[in-house]
């Protein structure tokens, strides 16, 4: 039996590239796409994108914060409230994050695909970039 998941989406795969076999943009799909959804909110800071300000998550603000407890809850409340509003298509069932000593953000979200109530697991690292 082959199972159907056309209704899970489809659309251009993040990063933005192109299928060097078709000869245009790429494209992911279902659970893949969902995923990259995930990891697009996670990477976006909200006014980056002029026409939607409000996308995106606020993690990137504790970057330099202290390396404390209270820095990764922060850091989880934002992730939940980010892929409650911006990925319908999930339910977050826990998110957890822990910053590192070269201040990265190591978040782990644990969410349900509702439509087909697949649990998935997404590591997302994200770093500062000037190496501190």
Request: overall charge positive; some cysteine.
């Amino acid at each position: 039996m082959t199972i159907r998941k056309e209704f899970l989406g489809r659309g251009w795969a993040f990063p933005f590239h192109f299928d060097p076999a078709r000869g245009g943009v790429a494209t992911s799909e279902y659970e893949e796409n969902i995923r990259q959804s995930i990891t697009l909110i996670l990477g976006t800071k909200p006014g980056e994108r002029p026409m939607l300000p409000e996308f995106g998550c606020r993690i990137h603000q504790y970057l330099f914060a202290p390396n404390t407890r209270a820095t990764g809850n922060m850091i989880a409340h934002h992730v939940e409230k980010a892929l409650k509003r911006w990925e319908p298509r999930i339910d977050v069932e826990s998110v957890k994050a822990q910053t590192g000593q070269q201040g990265e953000v190591r978040v782990e979200v644990d969410f349900r695909i509702i439509s087909t109530n697949s649990r998935q697991n997404l590591v997302h690292v994200l770093t500062n970039k000037s190496g501190r």
